[in-house]
T-cell receptor, first 109, second 115 residues
C-alpha cells in the first residue's frame, strides 16, 4: 500500500461545478499536510496548507481528519483555469514530504 | 516565483553515463529535498539534505547520491544511468530543522531523458 493515496481521476466537470478530492495517508505520525497544484509539464505549486480545524481560501476548502487519516480538498464554482493535477502532500516530520500520485481535474466550458 | 532554481532544464544522456543536476534553494532555506517524477506519477522522494548532511532517504539505489553546499545549494548525482531514470527531477526548498513542518517550494525541474 502506498503511503499517500489519491483517486487518480480524471475528474471532468463543467464550469461552475463543485468538485471534491480525497487523500488518505498511512503514517499516523504525519505532522502536517498540504495540497499542491501541478500544471502539465510544470513543477508543483503550493495551493494551501491543511489544518485540523479546516481552512478556506476563496473557492478552495481543505479539511483534515486525523482519526481517519484523511484529507480533502473542495473546489467550488470551478473555473477553466482550475484544470490541473492536484497533489496531496504529507509531512512525516522534519520536512520529509511524501506525495500522492495526484488527481487530474479538467473543467470544461 | 519561488526563488528555487534548477539547472539544466532539459538533458539527454546515454544509458550508462553519469549526470549531475543542480539546485539553488530559496533565500533563508536550509533544507533541500530531491524528487523523481515519472510521467503520470506523483513526486517520489529521493533524499533530503539539511545543513549539508543527508537527512532521510527514499527507496532509491546508492547510484543516486547528492550533496549540499555551505550556501545550501545542492546537487543530485546519478551514476550508471538506466532508461527508467528518465523523469522530471524536482528540487524542493524549505526551512527545516528538528520538529519543523513548513511548506516546501519547488524549482521548475530538470527533465532528464536517458536513451
Amino acid at each position: 500500500r502506498k503511503e499517500v493515496e489519491q483517486d487518480p481521476g480524471p475528474f471532468n466537470v463543467p464550469e461552475g461545478a463543485t468538485v471534491a478530492f480525497n487523500c488518505t495517508y498511512s503514517n499516523s505520525a504525519s505532522q502536517s499536510f498540504f495540497w499542491y497544484r501541478q500544471d502539465c509539464r510544470k513543477e508543483p505549486k503550493l495551493l494551501m496548507s491543511v489544518y485540523s480545524s479546516g481552512n478556506e481560501d476563496g473557492r478552495f476548502t481543505a479539511q483534515l481528519n486525523r482519526a481517519s487519516q484523511y484529507i480533502s480538498l473542495l473546489i467550488r464554482d470551478s473555473k477553466l483555469s482550475d484544470s490541473a493535477t492536484y497533489l496531496c502532500a504529507v509531512n512525516r516530520g522534519s520536512n520529509d514530504m511524501r506525495f500522492g500520485a495526484g488527481t487530474r481535474l479538467t473543467v470544461k466550458p | 516565483e519561488t526563488g528555487v532554481t534548477q539547472s539544466p532544464t532539459h538533458l539527454i544522456k546515454t544509458r550508462g553515463q553519469q549526470v549531475t543536476l543542480r539546485c539553488s534553494s530559496q533565500s533563508g532555506h536550509n533544507t533541500v529535498s530531491w524528487y523523481q517524477q515519472a510521467l503520470g506519477q506523483g513526486p517520489q522522494f529521493i533524499f533530503q539534505y539539511y545543513r549539508e548532511e543527508e537527512n532521510g532517504r527514499g527507496n532509491f539505489p546508492p547510484r543516486f547520491s547528492g550533496l549540499q553546499f555551505p550556501n545550501y545549494s545542492s546537487e543530485l548525482n546519478v551514476n550508471a544511468l538506466e532508461l527508467d531514470d528518465s523523469a522530471l527531477y524536482l528540487c524542493a526548498s524549505s526551512l527545516g530543522g528538528q520538529g519543523m513542518n513548513t511548506e516546501a517550494f519547488f524549482g521548475q525541474g530538470t527533465r532528464l531523458t536517458v536513451v
